[in-house]
């Protein structure tokens, strides 16, 4: 098995906002279809920005953490 070094600081930001979204689309029982219109972003552009949470605007995260109603303690983690 190949060894894997540490993630990058990008890479570790990544996954906690993929992580948050995760979780609050469960807790809260949305879709993704339901995130998607709800927050007036488009499918493929969720998922393009996803992959490289850089590219989200503040606006978008904004809109995606209003609808999953994330709690700003959790916000000020990211």
Known sequence: MPRVGPLSHAETQNREIEGVILKY?????????QLFKQAGIKRGTYYLRLN???DFKVGEL??????????????LQL
Do not use: A
């Open 25 to 33: 689309l469960n807790i809260r029982g949305i879709t993704r279809t």
């Open 52 to 54: 490289d949470t850089d």
């Open 62 to 75: 904004k809109n995606i953490y209003r609808v999953l109603n994330v709690p700003k303690e959790e916000r």
